[in-house]
């Protein structure tokens, strides 16, 4: 009776392993996934860049001769560089919002000689602070608007036939407006195109030696750049 008990349990056991085999889940086999790549450039954080290009400054000059006042427009074409910090964020899948900052020097200088003395007038350096929204097209461009506040000098140098030399220079608010395009080479690095257009206040120059004169600038610019998004 034993030995018939021994040998139902066996039977038991052994019919019982192949169910407990089934239930048992197959061990996964299937390699671990890796985070998909970046599509393109996302043209967002903090970016530093480095500008230069074409600078066109016109400038209006009113003053009074002695018997009528006299308005007279010019302006001097010539070379502008300088760097900018930024910062932009994402708005949604396609927008990015962003402010930064800039200083930008120029080469721009026009000259007056009557006779007796030289007097020069050149543009000094630019400070810039502002904000842009810009629109992605695709992983590799980035197009975009932008408005700021500038902050611009203007110098001037007189001499005369009897040594006399005169030295000075004023600083003026202003505003900016401009467009342009980012184009990403890789997924942090850009070359971009901007037009910018900048107006002065007009003012009156005794402190660059000018008497009963007021002066108004404003400058277009072309610019190409290159810079890095963090």
Request: net charge neutral; glycine share 14%; hydrophobic share 35%.
């Amino acid at each position: 009776m034993k030995t018939i008990l021994l040998a139902t349990s066996a039977l038991l056991v052994a019919a019982a392993a192949p169910a407990i085999a089934q239930d048992a889940a197959p061990a996964d086999t299937t390699p671990a996934t890796t985070a998909a790549p970046s599509d393109g450039a996302t043209f967002t954080g903090p970016r530093a860049e480095i500008f230069g290009g074409w600078d066109r400054v016109g400038a209006r000059q009113r003053y009074d001769d002695g018997t009528t006042r006299v308005t007279d427009r010019s302006h001097k074409t010539g070379w502008t560089g300088g760097g900018l910090l930024g910062y932009d964020m994402p708005i949604g899948d396609k927008l990015t919002a962003g402010v930064f900052g800039s200083y930008a020097i120029s080469t721009a200088k026009t000259c007056a000689d009557d006779g007796a003395s030289i007097a020069c007038l050149k543009s000094g350096r630019q400070i810039e602070g502002g904000a842009r929204i810009g629109y992605k097209l695709g992983g590799k461009a980035l197009v975009y608007a932008k408005g700021a506040y500038v902050n611009g000098q203007i110098r001037e140098t007189a001499a005369d036939d009897a040594g006399d030399y005169f030295r000075g220079h004023a600083n003026r608010d202003g505003w900016r407006a401009g467009a342009g395009v980012e184009y990403a080479v890789t997924n942090h690095a850009y070359v971009k195109a901007e037009y910018d257009y900048t107006r002065f206040k007009s003012f009156d120059a005794d402190e660059l030696g000018l008497t009963n004169t007021s002066l108004r600038y404003d400058r277009n610019q072309v610019l190409a750049g290159f810079g890095v998004h963090f």
